[in-house]
């Protein structure tokens, strides 16, 4: 009879827990698994995963964390799950021929649980995806004070001249992008290399640089500057300077495109390097007194008098 009475009190204990909210089930905390990487190549990849409970009454988000140890250091974007399911991300700029950890991480109001740790390699061989470049390559007259962007521009000898190439990725981000400007004769590299506004880019465009991944709907300006050579370099007239930029990556093969300067040496610079004769001064330049001195002189010689001014002189001395 005892034993009865604790079984019927335990029995009762129990239940009131369970409607009071203070048990709470196992199977009410949601699960979350994490599988095998997909899609994997050598600069990006496919992560996995899978998310269970049976309580569907909790908003969960759902996501990865990756790295190249199990400290991990990178997330993904966040998910909401509201009920059973798979669920996956992308992630890239990965490094060729490295080994990469990950997981699968839940939160909600019952807090944050974690699949187990998973690993995948990046591979070495190169993979190309669908992603296209536009290309646009722009240039103003600094000297001049034209800061109209456009494909040419008049210059004089000597004019300083910023050039900026546009690159916008088509379809998919494109990778491992370089960048290289032929610069022609009669224009001298200045640098001021400029990416996306950040003076502080290193790297010399003439020989090339990699400015990484170019992400869709994320488009990348790099400028720089270059000065037109001295008027000794040009002959009289219009000379045209085509500078061509070439731009590679992983997706795309090369392209081009091209600005152009146009220097402009004129046949005559001004009135001050012609000669005139004159010499701002009255009485050199003056036509009124040089005609007064010859209709003098005649006067004097067919009326005699420059005899007498002769004799006059001669007797003085």
């Known amino acids: 009879m005892k034993n009865i009475y604790k079984a019927s009190l335990l029995?009762?204990?129990m239940a009131i827990l369970c409607f009071s909210g203070t048990a709470v089930s196992a199977q009410s905390v949601p699960q979350v698994q994490t599988n095998s990487a997909t899609s994997i190549s050598n600069y990006q990849a496919t992560l996995n995963g899978y998310f269970s409970g049976t309580n569907t009454y909790?908003?969960?988000?759902v996501y990865f964390q990756w790295g190249t140890t199990t400290s991990y250091g990178y997330q993904t974007t966040q998910q909401y799950l509201s009920s059973t399911g798979s669920f996956n991300q992308n992630i890239a700029s990965l490094t060729p021929?490295?080994?990469y950890h990950f997981r699968a991480v839940a939160q909600g109001s019952y807090g944050t649980v974690y699949g187990q740790d998973v690993t995948f390699y990046s591979s070495g061989n190169v993979s190309y995806g669908n992603g296209t470049l536009s290309i646009s390559k722009k240039v103003i007259n600094l000297t001049s004070g034209n800061l109209n962007w456009q494909t040419s521009v008049n210059a004089n000898p000597s004019d300083i001249i910023s050039f900026v190439i546009t690159l916008q990725a088509n379809g998919q981000d494109v990778h491992n992008v370089i960048i290289r400007d032929v610069i022609p004769a009669?224009?001298?590299y200045r640098g001021n290399l400029t990416v996306n506004a950040n003076s502080n880019y290193s790297g010399n465009i003439t020989s090339g640089i990699n400015i990484g991944?170019?992400?869709v709907n994320q488009p990348v300006a790099v400028a720089y500057q270059v000065q037109v050579a001295p008027e000794a370099n040009f002959g009289y007239g219009n000379t045209v300077i085509n500078s061509n930029t070439a731009v590679a990556s992983q997706e795309v093969a090369v392209q081009t495109s091209t600005a152009a300067v146009i220097v402009i040496r004129s046949l005559i610079y001004g009135a001050s390097a012609i000669s005139t004769?004159?010499?701002n001064n009255f009485w050199t330049d003056s036509f009124f007194l040089q005609l007064l001195l010859i209709t003098l002189g005649l006067w004097?010689?067919?009326s005699g008098k420059v005899y007498k001014f002769a004799d006059w002189m001669k007797q003085r001395i």
Do not use: D, E, K
């Open 11 to 13: 029995f009762l204990t």
């Open 58 to 61: 909790y908003s969960n988000i």
């Open 97 to 99: 021929n490295t080994t």
């Open 186 to 188: 009669n224009l001298i």
């Open 213 to 215: 991944t170019v992400y």
């Open 277 to 279: 004769g004159l010499t």
């Open 300 to 302: 004097l010689y067919f």
